[in-house]
């Protein structure tokens, strides 16, 4: 690729190739000790059970309406090392921590704990989604996981409606305080 008066020249078809393939590969760079990173964190401990029977994604409430959302892949990948490919997927943020895998594994492997310690090391390295940040922002300020519009609270006088109570934030602020996480990532 080269550049003309500060614009980038539009990439020839092979270029594009050629950079896509090296977003992928650098997404997929191997980091062999995350397996021992997940398995030395409180609930990730057996993640080296997995032998890829499936089970947990075929019981997946959430692997039925997703094409994408296999916990299967996504405890292959973190056991062979895949860090930044795990940590980014967006799909790792739609476990509805129901535990039916957790119940139905053959081999003991916590998954939705298992998820769980990913989703967190996710945050630690700063991959959160944006909903979430929004929440999280949200919910420090005001209390509630949605921000409520003004016109909301003038609905609910008009009908007569008590107002809502109000978000107890205090301590909400001392936790993230204490653990240094805002939603900001
Ligand atoms: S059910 Fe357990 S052993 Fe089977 S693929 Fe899922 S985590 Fe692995
Ligand atoms: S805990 Fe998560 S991964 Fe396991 S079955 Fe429920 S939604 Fe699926």
Request: with cysteine; aromatic share 8%.
């Amino acid at each position: 690729m080269f550049q003309v008066n500060g614009w980038d020249a539009p990439l020839s078809g092979e270029e594009k190739e050629t950079q896509e393939t090296e977003s992928v590969v650098k997404a997929l760079r191997v980091d062999p000790k995350f397996k021992y990173e997940v398995m030395d964190s409180p609930g990730g401990e057996t993640l080296k059970l997995c032998f890829q029977c499936g089970t947990c994604t075929s019981s997946c409430p959430i692997a039925r309406f997703s094409r994408s959302y296999r916990p299967r892949h996504i405890i292959r990948m973190a056991q062979l090392g895949f860090k930044k490919a795990v940590l980014s997927s967006a799909t790792l943020w739609l476990c509805a921590a129901c535990f039916t895998c957790t119940d139905r594994c053959p081999q003991g492997v916590e998954v939705s704990s298992v998820l769980r310690v990913l989703r967190n090391i996710a945050v630690s390295e700063g991959f959160i989604p944006e909903a979430y940040k929004k929440m999280v922002e949200n919910i420090l300020s005001t209390g509630y996981a949605y921000r409520i519009p003004k016109i909301r609270f003038k609905k609910r006088e008009a009908l007569g409606l008590p107002p809502l109570p109000k978000g107890r934030v205090e301590g909400l602020s001392k936790v993230s305080a204490m653990t240094g996480f805002s939603g900001e990532g």
